[in-house]
T-cell receptor, first 116, second 110 residues
Framework: NAGVTQTPKFQVLKTGQSMTLQCAQDMNHNSMYWYRQDPGMGLRLIYYSASEGTTDKGEVPNGYNVSRLNKREFSLRLESAAPSQTSVYFC???????????????FGEGSWLTVV | GQSLEQPSEVTAVEGAIVQINCTYQTSGFYGLSWYQQHDGGAPTFLSY????GLEETGRFSSFLSRSDSYGYLLLQELQMKDSASYFC???????????FGGGTRVLVKP
């Protein structure tokens, strides 16, 4: 049972390049999230998807796009990477609010992205 | 807008008790969560308070006072493995989005 799986784990990009971070979950959760964490900082929500077919902006959506491909997969795309996007990216999932344990969010292991 | 404040760092010895305070300002407050994160690792869920009072889970307890917009995480019988960062996070009423505080780094010394 893998839980929340993110790929790639490490990536170095040049300014202006594009890339997609992939996230897949096998927990049968409806809600999925993308957070970024800068060194010594808390997590900031980029985008989230409350359920399959819906996405919504979080605190820091600029420079990113997302796709909720199906219930299991939620990808994050950087169209034109900038050094300010150097960060650790976490995918996360949860049950919906109304369900038991809906308040618990499960995080993937993180993707370390460096933009030079 | 929303903001959460928690101390940046706390140091204590093994066996001691540590209290990490979290004050928040937010509209539509629904609940307060706590997460633990070891260096290089993923955040993991510790506790959640939607109502005023104390929630106890083993050595860790969490408290919430909605009227004071304040909560705390209490770590008892500290162990070396408790050295980590601890984040409070506010859940808004509109959904399951969490806004995280900046984290408190706890260093446990022998």
């Amino acid at each position: 049972n893998a839980g929340v799986t993110q790929t790639p784990k490490f990536q170095v990009l040049k300014t202006g390049q594009s890339m997609t971070l992939q996230c897949a979950q096998d927990m049968n959760h409806n809600s999925m999230y993308w957070y970024r964490q800068d060194p010594g900082m808390g997590l900031r929500l980029i985008y989230y998807s409350a359920s399959e077919g819906t996405t919504d902006k979080g605190e820091v959506p600029n420079g990113y796009n997302v796709s909720r491909l199906n219930k299991r997969e939620f990808s994050l795309r950087l169209e034109s990477a900038a050094p300010s996007q150097t960060s650790v990216y976490f995918c996360a999932t949860s049950f919906t609010v109304s369900e038991p344990s809906g308040n618990t969010i499960y995080f993937g292991e993180g993707s370390w992205l460096t933009v030079v | 807008g929303q903001s959460l404040e928690q101390p940046s760092e706390v140091t204590a010895v093994e066996g001691a008790i540590v209290q990490i305070n979290c004050t928040y300002q937010t509209s539509g407050f629904y609940g307060l969560s706590w997460y633990q994160q070891h260096d290089g690792g993923a955040p993991t869920f510790l506790s959640y308070n939607a109502l005023d009072g104390l929630e106890e889970t083993g050595r860790f307890s969490s408290f919430l006072s909605r009227s004071d917009s304040y909560g705390y995480l209490l770590l008892q019988e500290l162990q070396m493995k408790d050295s980590a960062s601890y984040f409070c996070a506010v859940r808004k009423a509109a959904g399951n989005k969490l806004t995280f505080g900046g984290g408190t780094r706890v260093l446990v010394k022998p």
